[in-house]
């Protein structure tokens, strides 16, 4: 069965901070994907990554950014987090193209 | 670039009741449409997926989604409510670049 583990379901953090969310899928998926999630406004895209070491700009980039030096791992980095990124952040993962994506469970940041 | 539009953002129902949660897209080019389901503190998990065979689609745990391209919709349905399908429900479309857009969401409540 599809895997894709977060590796903190909360975390609290200060703001200024460089915030490193983790990501790992175990089903040598080609995409990779983190979203942040918000009431209201469904899940938007941050960042997407089509293969290893490849990256590409979402719909709301601005303050994050990421690394995928493996294929199973893609890191969601924030430079120097700030309250407005507090958010639930969703990482998923893809075969390829038009396939269906498999998400992991989350997590809930909070930045004081 | 591809929208989504869900209709009510929240909706409740009696148990053994239909479930009826609209959504609506707009797409230039003929579009791939996913419905997804998420339960409280987890991530998102896929009830089904159009990709232009059959109109009418089947997924898990009873529900199906119509495809009406005239109507640019793809609403979701489910002839009779268990309280388990508590959930919060999103719409999803995918063109060209395969890069997935959300719906704000559908939180369904089920009253026994």
């Known amino acids: 069965d599809v895997k894709v583990t977060q590796s903190s379901r909360y975390l609290v953090k200060r703001t200024g901070e460089k915030v490193f969310l983790e990501c790992v899928q175990d089903m040598d998926h080609e995409n990779m994907f983190w979203y942040r999630q918000d009431p209201g406004l469904g899940l938007r895209l941050i960042y997407f990554?089509?293969?290893?070491?490849?990256?590409e700009k979402g719909d709301i980039p601005e303050g994050y950014s990421v690394s995928r030096e493996k294929k199973e791992r893609f890191s969601l980095i924030l430079e120097s987090a700030s309250t407005n990124q507090t958010s639930m952040y969703l990482c998923?993962?893809?075969?390829?193209?038009?396939?269906?994506?498999?998400f992991g469970d989350g997590t809930r940041l909070s930045i004081l | 670039a591809q929208s989504v539009t869900q209709l009510g953002s929240h909706v409740s129902v009696s148990e053994g009741a239909l479930v009826l949660l609209r959504c609506n897209y707009s797409?230039?080019?003929?579009?791939?449409l996913f419905w997804y389901v998420q339960y409280p503190n987890q991530g998102l998990q896929l009830l089904l997926k159009?990709?232009?065979?059959?109109?009418l689609v089947k997924g898990i745990n009873g529900f199906e989604a119509e495809f009406k391209k005239s109507e640019t919709s793809f609403h979701l349905t489910k002839p009779s409510a268990h309280m388990s399908d508590a959930a919060e429900y999103f719409c999803?479309?995918?063109?060209?670049?395969?890069?997935?857009?959300f719906g704000a969401g559908t939180t369904v409540t089920v009253r026994a």
């Open positions: 990554s089509y293969d290893v070491k490849m990256k």
């Open positions: 998923a993962s893809r075969v390829r193209g038009a396939q269906p994506q498999h």
């Open positions: 797409s230039s080019v003929p579009p791939y």
């Open positions: 159009y990709t232009s065979a059959a109109t």
């Open positions: 999803a479309v995918s063109v060209r670049d395969y890069k997935l857009s």
